[in-house]
């Protein structure tokens, strides 16, 4: 390729800033820098242009001097800006305007916490200044819940204004117009106050645009700079992740236009509008943007997506199309991803907390990286996520930073610091130190070997620390791949990075890859990847048709129009019609399901729906073959093909592989000879330098090759080869089998290191379960409200690992599965999947269904899986089997103790609805289950989560050896014990051996507590003497609650990231009087105790401990629904609905009570408000916090929530609570937390307390409003005074 002039591809990231620069008749040109150093420059891409025009010019150009652009065509940028923004919260003053009573709503977010076990909540800040609520509401017309909410055009008042056709299709009701007099009031406000950008997200504008539209004309008319409006850039239903990106756009764009216009200001006129030098911008969906046209939604994956970009193109092979794993690790972070002829996309993602709706790349980051710092904690190692940075840096920078990931590879030898750029200490002209790094860790190694029984070398330390972070960058590589239904040995790792290229290797040995390509720019691959970019620009618009291959018209008139405005506006961008291509997608769904598909047209057809089955049955393993397909939005990607783009070698280095012929190069030909730490100990490694190697050279691991901006490290058992482009690594030894042959697993010393990856790789089986279940099932609480659990356990029944869902099924699951086992006492055979919900055999309430399945090997039992899942009905007297009144368990639904529902590899179906439907029916006044179908989906889709367990069980197995991996759950289990006794041994010596509290249920009931605790070896007694009787209502707890509370509050306590097993119950003995409120009879009602009395006992667990204020004690239960069984005995279709609603966290010794969030025992998130409305016949009123419910103190509790709902047709409805009567305490002075409140009001009629618990039929025009408790507050008045 020709060309007259310098074109420049910068990638800013979080430590480096890599670029390269393609000048005419020379070799490409690199330049690596620190992404901050404001002691030697302002601007790191501006400093890298410099440097480059030095070269090209071949003069000095001073840094205060703007840079003449005369010598340049092109610069593109990748840059961290806006995710850096977005990550420190120093974006733009932002003011958000949203419909009147959801003011609110982006504090709440869905209401889950990020991490259940710590009592202090820590979740960042909304991104606005001030929000503005906006006098207008409008909803959908009908609901999608059952047949008879359809509306037909004809149902549609005729000449009534106030009901338009939205742009899905869906008739819309506008219930309050736009009262614009307030609207200008409340921006003339807003822009007294300085502010001059805004956010505006109105319920129902994905559909309904009108009114947003028309407050952003009068905004921009007053003068505010940036408008940022959520129907257009992310026109899709979900009231919070709209008004998220719309916030996230205001928040950001006005910060990227400031920097952008800072870059320019580096430079003479011709970046300046209508300059001579092309600026362009990569956007997180891997396409360009004009500078014009780039904005902060758009952002926020620009530095990663350069990467996937440039593995892509250079190494995927269309021919043979084996996919490839690209894998960036840099100094920050380490991004991984997939990609298989086409780039993944994702729609909605979480970055820094905040949960946005915008084409990204699919990308996964995990926080290891170079700078990713080493710790050893509770006796394991731990790398990250905490990063030592750019500045410091780690202690090899010379800069006073930690130790570090980097310093590992320096002191096992795999970075040769005469070899490594010298651009560090404070004259950044160092070289890296290699004797502080030294220094360091043997400090480190003092306390390891103090705390540990197998005294280990400097080597073997620095050693472990590389390979847990090698295991933690593992870990979501399975996810991406293992989790869709793809084999990840069955791949090509694509390595790329500053540090990718130290760890290649031992990432391809783990997931069992054979082919590592890592690109002769690895190092600057994401800066290489804009040079092979295409201009992208994206329309999607909102859709809800049901997709009909014959009566396809209308949808393909709008694909028609939204592809023309597409290719006319790329033209304008000076494109040719040959050079862009446009990619059509229908974004689809099956009916009552939550899982969208984007879903690109077929070559030569439009039948949509097939790509659609196929995929769908590809990712999750099922079809829904009699359920219609749901159109919820229509895409169109432009593409424009640029011919200033560099070629790529993705076919070109497959057939290279293939037919070049090989010369070996052997030590004799190597730049040095290093001594260099491999698995078993140091050995002589031969340096070759890149630049000195050949196609075809050959050389056979260990060795190093060195290139300026990276070091590749070649394990032994590896062979690198080099073609034209990459460095190929054939990994000969897929295996990292490290057993010996099977025996004794007590043969097996424990190591501190091993410890790690044990914990990683059994979380890993747990939340790779929790996938698969999330994406199988079909019901709202399991894949969108997230109610379920998956766990593993040793033969003895206990507890291994429990991904973090639910904390309420953390002990309880254990007990159901210890349970089976002493029931069907050695007749548990291999392929048998069993079910389980009483109370009585460790179940939780019956609406949480239990599957377990063992895992044999060599014809025993050694490990059990199981999922446990809230299913949305099963029976009883009230929709959704959550009644507030029932006495008796028979009342609450189908109970089941022990039941084969896979037995011989065939599912009992006739079996589990005789169990579901039927038996049920039978009691007066009982129903079966209202929805069998969703159940039985669940159901299999429980059965598949535990059958991906099993085969990860089994990998883990073959990998290691059985006797490895069972040693190792002994010592998981012993590491939570140890630190379990060591946190109740200093919780004696703090206060007292004796710890005692009491609590009260809303009935009067108490739930009292002594804890005993022996100094000396940490064990304890739990006793719960005292506690009240038995009830003859809901609120009983089984057993198994009360376990769980007590692991769960105990994680807490430790306040340490350790695996959660059996372990952290061994020191402990537990007393429960037969017969009581926590130990009730078989028959005792118990749907309350797993809602309620679970989180009163946290309460008490956690007060009789000191640790903080009470928080909301309560789920807030609270159930709509229509159906079932009639006073006739009749039985009629109908739906169900359920949710638990957030409250205030209570405060503690250092902290405020969060708002407005779930806590404790349950962390289930609650249906969009958008979502609601569209699915069910309800108008949600206002969903906000409740001023001052919480406690107020040295440290405030925080506040629950208001949620108000009118209903519009006749529902049976139904209320369990508690915190009605008794206020959730405060500790140390602190005042305590408001109780909540429960109210009911008649159309045309007062509102009446509803009581706690309570039932009813509502009719239209009825509304409910619950006020959920606030937390207590921490710490008297008196203490904030002084």
């Known amino acids: 390729m020709t060309f007259n002039k310098t074109r420049v591809f910068i990638d800013r990231g979080g430590t480096f800033t890599d670029c390269i620069a393609f000048a005419p008749n020379r070799d490409p040109i690199v330049i690596k820098l620190l992404s901050e150093d404001p002691a030697n420059y302002a601007d790191a891409p501006t400093e890298a242009i410099r440097r480059i025009l030095q070269i090209t010019l071949g003069k000095d150009i001073p840094r205060e001097q703007p840079l003449d652009t005369t010598s340049i065509e092109l610069i593109r940028m990748g840059t961290t800006v806006a995710t850096n923004a977005l990550l420190e919260r120093k974006g733009e003053s932002v003011a958000l305007f949203v419909t009147k009573g959801f003011k609110d709503i982006l504090h709440i977010q869905n209401q889950a916490r990020p991490k259940?076990?710590?009592?202090?909540?820590?979740?960042?800040?909304?991104?606005?200044?001030?929000?503005?609520?906006?006098?207008?509401?409008?909803?959908?017309?009908?609901?999608?819940?059952?047949?008879?909410?359809?509306?037909?055009?004809?149902?549609?008042?005729?000449?009534?204004?106030?009901?338009?056709?939205?742009?899905?299709?869906?008739?819309?009701?506008?219930?309050?117009?736009?009262?614009?007099?307030?609207?200008?009031?409340?921006?003339?406000?807003?822009?007294?106050?300085?502010?001059?950008?805004?956010?505006?997200?109105?319920?129902?504008?994905?559909?309904?645009?009108?009114?947003?539209?028309?407050?952003?004309?009068?905004?921009?008319?007053?003068?505010?700079t940036n408008i940022s409006t959520s129907s257009q850039l992310s026109p899709t239903i979900k009231l919070v992740p709209r008004g998220n990106s719309a916030v996230t756009d205001a928040y950001l764009t006005p910060s990227i236009r400031r920097y952008i216009q800072g870059f320019k200001s580096g430079f003479d006129a011709g970046l300046t509008e209508g300059g001579r030098v092309q600026v362009q911008f990569m956007k997180s969906d891997g396409g360009l943007a004009d500078v014009r046209e780039f904005n902060g939604l758009g952002a926020i994956l620009s530095g990663p997506a350069g990467g996937v970009v440039g593995y892509a193109l250079t190494s995927f092979d269309p021919e043979n199309g084996t996919a490839v794993i690209g894998f960036d690790m840099g100094g920050t972070s380490t991004d991984v991803s997939r990609y298989a002829g086409r780039y993944d996309h994702v729609f909605e993602t979480t970055t820094a907390g905040i949960t946005i709706q915008a084409p990204q790349l699919d990308i996964s980051t995990v926080a290891a990286g170079g700078g990713s710092r080493l710790f050893f904690r509770n006796g394991m190692f731990a790398v990250g996520p905490e990063s030592a940075g750019a500045n410091p840096g780690p202690t090899c920078y010379k800069k006073g930073g930690p130790l570090a990931i980097t310093d590992a590879n320096l002191l096992l030898g795999r970075l040769i610091p005469s070899y490594f750029p010298k651009i560090f200490g404070k004259t950044e002209k160092e070289a890296l130190d290699a004797t502080a790094t030294k220094r360091a860790f043997e400090q480190l190694s003092k306390e390891i070997n103090r705390k540990s029984s197998k005294k280990m070398s400097l080597d073997e330390i620095a050693y472990g620390f590389v390979e847990v972070a090698n295991e933690a960058m593992c870990r979501p590589i399975r996810q991406l791949t293992q989790a869709k239904g793809h084999d990840t040995s069955k791949h090509i790792l694509a390595c790329f990075g500053g540090a990718g290229g130290q760890h290649a290797c031992a990432i391809a040995k783990s997931l069992g890859i054979k082919t590592i390509l890592i690109h002769r720019h690895s190092a600057i691959l994401s800066a290489y990847g804009l040079s092979l970019a295409d201009i992208v620009h994206e329309v999607q618009e909102p859709c809800q048709e049901t997709f009909d291959l014959n009566k396809l018209k209308s949808i393909s008139d709008r694909i028609e129009a939204m592809s023309k405005d597409s290719t006319e506006l790329l033209k304008k961008q000076g494109f040719t019609h040959e050079n862009i291509v446009i990619e059509p997608y229908l974004n689809l769904r099956y009916q009552g399901t939550d899982t969208s598909m984007m879903t690109l047209k077929p070559h030569g057809s439009s039948d949509f729906a097939s790509v659609f089955i196929q995929n769908h049955k590809t990712e999750f393993g099922f079809i829904l073959p009699d359920r219609p397909i749901i159109i919820d939005d229509i895409r169109i990607r432009a593409i424009g093909k640029g011919s200033s783009n560099q070629s790529a070698s993705g076919t070109q280095v497959h057939k290279e592989i293939a037919t070049m012929t090989r010369t070996r190069i052997d030590a004799s030909q190597a730049k040095s000879i290093e001594t260099t730490y491999w698995a078993g100990g140091r050995q002589d490694t031969p340096v070759f330098m890149l630049s000195d190697l050949e196609t075809g050279h050959e050389i056979s691991g260990p060795a190093l090759i060195i290139d300026a901006t990276a070091t590749l490290v070649v394990e032994p058992n590896c062979t690198a080869l080099i073609t034209t482009e990459h460095v190929v690594i054939l990994v000969k030894n897929t295996s990292s089998k490290k057993s010996t042959p099977a025996g004794d697993s007590s043969g097996v010393e424990k190591d501190p290191i091993m410890l790690s990856v044990f914990g990683h790789r059994f979380m890993s089986i747990a939340e790779q379960m929790g996938r698969t279940l999330q994406k199988t099932a079909i019901s709202t609480n399991i894949k969108e409200r997230l109610d379920f659990s998956c766990a593993l356990f040793g033969p003895d029944g206990g507890l291994v690992a429990n991904a973090p869902h639910i904390p309420v099924h953390l002990g309880s699951m254990q007990e159901a599965v210890r349970w089976q086992m002493k029931h069907l006492d050695g007749k548990i055979k291999d392929g048998d999947v069993l079910m389980t919900n009483h109370p009585a055999a460790g179940g939780s309430h019956l609406p949480d269904i239990t599957i377990i399945t063992p895992v044999f090997s060599g014809g025993q039992i050694v490990f059990f899986v199981a999922s446990r899942g809230h299913h949305a009905d099963i029976g009883g007297i009230q929709p959704g089997s959550m009644p507030p009144n029932s006495c008796e368990l028979y009342q609450e639904g189908a109970a089941v103790k022990s039941f084969h529902l896979v037995k011989d590899g065939v599912f009992d179906e006739q079996g589990v609805t005789n169990i579901l439907v039927h038996e049920p029916a039978q009691y007066e006044g009982c129903s079966g289950s209202r929805c069998l179908s969703d159940n039985l989906s669940d159901l299999k889709a429980q059965v598949a989560a535990n059958q991906r367990g099993i085969l990860l069980v089994q990998g883990l197995i073959e990998e290691y050896g059985l006797h490895v991996v069972q040693a190792y759950m002994h010592f998981i289990r012993e590491n939570a014990e140890v630190a379990v006794r060591n946190m109740l041994i200093e919780a004696?010596?703090?206060?007292?051996?004796?710890?005692?509290?009491?609590?009260?249920?809303?009935?009067?009931?108490?739930?009292?507590?002594?804890?005993?605790?022996?100094?000396?070896?940490?064990?304890?007694?739990?006793?719960?003497?005292?506690?009240?009787?038995?009830v003859y209502a809901n609120t009983n707890a089984p057993k198994s609650v009360t376990y769980s509370a007590i692991i769960y509050c105990l994680r807490c306590l430790i306040n340490l990231d350790m695996p959660l097993n059996q372990g952290a119950l061994q020191p402990i003995s537990i007393i429960i009087p037969d017969g009581s409120l926590l130990n009730p009879s078989e028959k005792a009602a118990v749907v309350g105790g797993n809602v309620l009395t679970s989180q009163r006992l946290c309460d008490v667990i956690l007060k009789a401990f000191g640790a903080c204020a009470a928080s909301q004690g309560c789920c807030n239960n609270f159930t709509f629904g229509s159906g079932g069984k009639d006073k006739d005995g009749n039985v009629h279709g109908g739906f169900g609905y359920y949710e638990t609603i957030a409250g205030g966290s209570g405060a503690g010794p250092t902290w405020n009570g969060r708002s407005g969030v779930h806590t404790h025992m349950t962390n289930t998130r609650i249906t969009d408000p958008e979502i609601l409305e569209r699915r069910y016949p309800v108008l949600l009123r206002q969903f906000g916090l409740r001023p001052n419910s919480g406690g107020d103190g040295l440290f405030r509790g925080g506040d629950g929530v208001v949620r108000e709902l009118e209903f519009l047709e006749p529902l049976n409805v139904s209320m369990l609570s508690e915190r009605r009567v008794f206020r959730p305490y405060g500790l140390a002075g602190g005042e305590a937390g408001s109780t909540g409140l429960n109210l009911l009001q008649r159309k045309g009629q007062p509102a009446v307390n509803f009581g706690g618990k309570n039932a009813t039929v509502v009719n239209a025009g009825d509304v409910i409003t619950i006020m959920t408790p606030g937390g207590g507050g921490y710490g008297g008045k008196a203490s904030k005074a002084g």
């Not at 742009?167 to 807003?190: A, F, P, Y």
């Open 988 to 1030: 004696s010596k703090k206060t007292s051996p004796i710890l005692e509290a009491e609590e009260y249920m809303d009935d009067g009931s108490a739930i009292k507590l002594s804890i005993k605790i022996n100094s000396k070896d940490g064990s304890a007694v739990f006793d719960f003497t005292g506690t009240g009787r038995e």
């Open 116 to 224: 259940i076990f710590d009592l202090e909540i820590a979740m960042p800040g909304v991104l606005y200044e001030t929000v503005v609520e906006v006098d207008e509401r409008v909803s959908l017309v009908g609901y999608t819940a059952h047949p008879k909410g359809k509306v037909e055009d004809d149902d549609i008042p005729k000449d009534d204004p106030s009901y338009v056709k939205g742009i899905t299709g869906e008739w819309v009701h506008i219930r309050k117009n736009l009262d614009m007099d307030h609207v200008k009031q409340s921006l003339e406000t807003v822009f007294n106050k300085g502010i001059r950008s805004i956010a505006i997200c109105l319920m129902h504008s994905f559909t309904f645009t009108a009114h947003e539209l028309q407050v952003a004309k009068l905004a921009a008319s007053m003068g505010f």
